[in-house]
C-alpha cells in the first residue's frame, strides 16, 4: 500500500499539496473564504470504485457509497471494506434509499423498497438488519436520537413525519419548498428527492432538493417539527411531459444544481453549491462550500480552485474530507482533504 501511495504523488502533483494556506487576496469580495490547497488522500481508482459519494466520516474511518455498494475506508491503514452489498441477504439492500450516521459509530443504511433498516457498527463491524413493514416506501429515512426518525413520503401531501422505530407517527409537517407554476402537488413530491443531514445536537435537521436552489432547516420540539429557516439563491425548475398520466418531474435547459452533498458539522451545516445549469454540470461538480448555523444562518461561502462532488466533515481532525469529480489523469476520483 506504501508503494502504490507513492506512485500515486507523481501521477496526481496538482492535487499532492499542503492544506491551510488559503489565498485571502482574491478581489472577489463574494466569498468569504479562498482555499487552493489540499492533500490527497487516495485516488479511487487503485480501488476499482468510481463515482464514489462520501457519505459519513467517524474518528478514522470514512463511509463511501456507489451504486452497488457500501464502503468504509480506513484513512489511518488505508484498507478498504465492504459494508453493505445490493442483494436479498438478510443483511443486503434492494437500494440504498438513504444513508447516515446513528448514535456515535453506527452507520444507518435504510431501504425503503422492503421497510428494512441496517445498523452497521464502525468499532467491530457488526450488522443488524431490522424489517419494520409501516417503514416501507418512504423517500428518506434519517435516525435523529436513539428512539426517533425523520421521515420523507413519497406522493403525499405531508412533506415530514416524525416517527419512532415502529414506524408509528408522532408528527408530520406539510412543507415543501416553492414549485414551478401548473405543477400538480402530486408531481412536486417526487421532485423533492434530496438528502436529510441531522445536527450534532439532534435537535435540528436540514435538506437540499434536486433542482432546487435552496437548502431548508427544521427544528424539533417538543414532539413537533418546525421548518424554521430557507437560504435560496434560486427556486426549482423543471417540467412535466404533458401526455403522462402520472407526470413525474423532468430536467429543463434551465433547471440548475443548486445545492447538493448536505453534511453537518459540529456546530451546523455545509453543502456544496453550483449555479450551473445541470444540463452544463451533469456530474454535479462543484468549486463552493457554503457553511451554515443550525438554525439556518449562511456563515461562510468558500471558494476553492478544485473541484468536489461531495464532502463530508470529518470532526475529530476539523478538517473536510471530499471527493473530486473524476478529475485525475485517469478520469478517476481521488479522495482530499483539507482544513477550512
Partial sequence: ???????????????????????????????????????????????????????????????????????SYDLESGSLKKLIEVGDGPCEVVDFTSIGLSETSKVWVYDGNVGKYIIVDLDEFHKDAIMVPKLMMLNELQPISSNRLIGVPYGKSVGYYLLNTEGEIIDSLTYFP???????????????SGRISVSSDGQHFARSV???GGVDFFELKDEKIHHIAR???????????????????????????????????????????????????????????????????LKKKIKLDFALASIVWDSANNQVIGVTGGGGPSGASFLVKFNI
Fill in 210 to 212: 434536486a433542482k432546487d
Fill in 1 to 71: 500500500m506504501k508503494a502504490f501511495k507513492f506512485s500515486l504523488l507523481i501521477v496526481v502533483l496538482h492535487f499532492i499539496i499542503g492544506c491551510n494556506r488559503h489565498d485571502t487576496s482574491s478581489g472577489d469580495t463574494s466569498y468569504d473564504l479562498f482555499i487552493s490547497q489540499c492533500d490527497t488522500i487516495i485516488s479511487m481508482d487503485g480501488f476499482d470504485i468510481f463515482d464514489p459519494v462520501a457519505v459519513c466520516v467517524k474518528d478514522s474511518i470514512l463511509v463511501l457509497s456507489t451504486e452497488y455498494v457500501l464502503y
Fill in 178 to 192: 416553492p414549485k414551478p407554476k401548473n405543477i400538480s402537488d402530486w408531481t412536486h413530491s417526487f421532485a423533492c
Fill in 231 to 297: 437560504c435560496a439563491e434560486f427556486d426549482m425548475e423543471y417540467t412535466v411531459d404533458v401526455n403522462d398520466p402520472y407526470p413525474l418531474p423532468i430536467t429543463t435547459d434551465k433547471s440548475r444544481c443548486g445545492y447538493y452533498s448536505l453534511t453537518n458539522t459540529d456546530n451546523g451545516f455545509m453543502a456544496l453549491f453550483s449555479p450551473l445549469r445541470i444540463h452544463d454540470n451533469i456530474n454535479f461538480s462543484s468549486t463552493e462550500i457554503h457553511t451554515f448555523s443550525n438554525d439556518g444562518n
